[in-house]
């Protein structure tokens, strides 16, 4: 069994400033780990993916995300966010299977 | 086309009636998943097609739902006799691969937001 955990329903923050969303994740063996974000009316895009090797993961619009096992985390990080990057993001992970485990969800709120 | 493309975008039913929702899939994508996602949650497995054959549909709620892939590439999922807890917005993915082993990135659909009044 596997379990995702968003921690913020809702994170506002200010344009050029630095973002963090938080993802923790439970699973009783190996995972894949996802960010998607979704955009108002659209469906799921991957940002990124955590499969095996350096536990840094780039995607795509700037993003990043670090695997920790320890903590059992994968935090999305953006250095400087942008107006577009309002969206709801969710966290996914998959341990041996095709099935992903989505998390609730996080809206990221750029104010100007 | 390009991506995965679902119809009706929206669809609004009346408690009772039937509803049929589509998914054309990436054009040679093996599999096709269902995913229903409820207001302020994430998506939630449905049911999932290798080509034609349903290999898992362990997430369909209840006797009400039914999908089928017929040809291997257009799905359709059926919700019969529809309740006020089958609104959601219903998502659909494909993938180029079969699903087990490394991960098989997965395609979204923009979703079919089904009301039921």
């Known amino acids: 069994a596997q379990s995702v955990t968003q921690l913020d329903s809702q994170v506002p923050v200010f344009e050029e400033a630095p973002v963090e969303l938080r993802c923790n994740y439970s699973?009783?063996?190996?995972?894949?780990l996802f960010w998607y974000v979704q955009y108002p009316n659209q469906g799921l895009q991957l940002l990124l993916k955590?499969?095996?090797?350096?536990?840094l993961v780039k995607g795509i619009n700037g993003f990043e995300a670090e695997f920790n096992k320890s903590q059992t985390s994968f935090h999305l990080r953006k250095p400087s966010v942008h107006i577009s990057d309002t969206a709801e993001y969710f966290c996914?992970?998959?341990?041996?299977?095709?099935?992903?485990?989505f998390g609730r969800g996080t809206s990221l709120i750029v104010h100007p | 086309g390009a991506g995965v493309s679902q119809s009706p975008r929206y669809k609004v039913a009346k408690r009772g009636q039937d509803v049929a929702l589509r998914c054309d899939p990436i054009?040679?994508?093996?599999?096709l998943f269902w995913y229903q996602q409820a207001l302020g949650q994430g998506p939630e497995f449905l049911t999932y097609?290798?080509?034609?054959?349903?290999?898992?549909k362990s997430g369909l709620p209840s006797d009400r739902f039914f999908a089928e892939r017929p040809e291997g590439s257009v799905s359709t999922l059926k919700i019969q006799r529809t309740q006020q807890e089958d609104s959601a917005v219903y998502l659909c993915?494909?993938?180029?691969?079969?699903?087990?082993?490394?991960?098989?990135?997965?395609?979204f659909g923009p979703g079919t937001r089904l009301t039921v009044l």
């Open positions: 699973s009783s063996v190996s995972v894949y």
């Open positions: 996914a992970c998959s341990g041996g299977s095709y099935i992903p485990t």
């Open positions: 955590y499969l095996s090797g350096s536990t």
């Open positions: 993915a494909s993938s180029l691969r079969p699903g087990l082993a490394e991960y098989n990135e997965q395609f």
């Open positions: 097609f290798q080509n034609e054959a349903q290999l898992d």
């Open positions: 054009s040679g994508h093996v599999s």
